[in-house]
Nanobody
Framework: QVQLVESGGGLVQPGGSLRLSCAAS????????MGWYRRAPGKQRELVAV???????NYADSVKGRFTISRDNAKNAVYLQMNSLKPEDTAVYYCVYMSTFNPYERPTADDYWGQGTQVTVSS
């Protein structure tokens, strides 16, 4: 079992920044991928960014150049620095843990999720 605790969401104006954090605990394997998906009302869940334990990344085209994902393997934590935020970034952001070394794999029922944190970008 893996438990994920997220923090860092909130309300920000367009052009502003937020930093999301996710800490994992439990049966953490040396080979894994962690990161973020998001879901806006009426829309499908979509990839934001993920990073493997080997530091390979996969970003959604919509966030490239604005968001940066990083991790601290010693702390089993992953971070998402979000800059130049836009109203279309408004969503619930979910941390995910997957037992894979491939950053292009998508989550399955075997993977683990955080509780979600709300990000709202509005003037």
């Amino acid at each position: 079992q893996v438990q994920l605790v997220e923090s860092g969401g909130g309300l920000v104006q367009p052009g502003g920044s937020l930093r999301l954090s996710c800490a994992a605990s439990g049966s953490i394997g040396s080979i894994n991928t962690m990161g973020w998906y998001r879901r806006a009302p009426g829309k499908q869940r979509e990839l934001v960014a993920v990073v493997t334990s080997g530091d390979s990344t996969n970003y959604a085209d919509s966030v490239k150049g604005r968001f940066t994902i990083s991790r601290d393997n010693a702390k089993n934590a992953v971070y998402l620095q979000m800059n130049s935020l836009k109203p279309e970034d408004t969503a619930v952001y979910y941390c995910v843990y997957m037992s894979t070394f491939n950053p292009y794999e998508r989550p399955t029922a075997d993977d683990y999720w955080g509780q979600g944190t709300q990000v709202t970008v509005s003037s």
